[in-house]
Nanobody, 121 residues
Framework: QVQLVESGGGLVQAGGSLRLSCVAS????????MGWYRQAPGKQRESVAG???????NYVDSVKGRFTISRDNAKNMVYLQMNSLKPEDTAVYYC???????????????WGQGTQVTVSS
């Protein structure tokens, strides 16, 4: 059974920083792209940042220069360093991994349960 678990969310003042972590566990054969998404109340889930297995990254325009995504392939982990946080960054942040479980070897998307990030003004 493959599972993604996020951690690191919390309450922070505007201008502050948080670091989100996500670990993929279980019987995993291969992890391709990983990424972070967020969903604010009343809004659709949006992609925040992504990183390929080779380390190429992409970001939504609103976080460029403030957020940094990275990964540790040996630990099956992905991180999101968030600096200069703004109240509009408040959302539930979700980790996603596109991976092949050993049981099926089928490339599929897996999601974490989400972690709340609240930025106060």
């Amino acid at each position: 059974q493959v599972q993604l678990v996020e951690s690191g969310g919390g309450l922070v003042q505007a201008g502050g920083s948080l670091r989100l972590s996500c670990v993929a566990s279980g019987s995993i054969f291969y992890i391709d792209a990983m990424g972070w998404y967020r969903q604010a109340p009343g809004k659709q889930r949006e992609s925040v940042a992504g990183i390929t297995s080779g380390g190429s990254t992409n970001y939504v325009d609103s976080v460029k220069g403030r957020f940094t995504i990275s990964r540790d392939n040996a630990k099956n982990m992905v991180y999101l360093q968030m600096n200069s946080l703004k109240p509009e960054d408040t959302a539930v942040y979700y980790c996603k991994a596109r991976l092949k479980p050993r049981a099926t070897l089928k490339l599929s998307d897996y999601w974490g349960q989400g972690t709340q990030v609240t930025v106060s003004s």
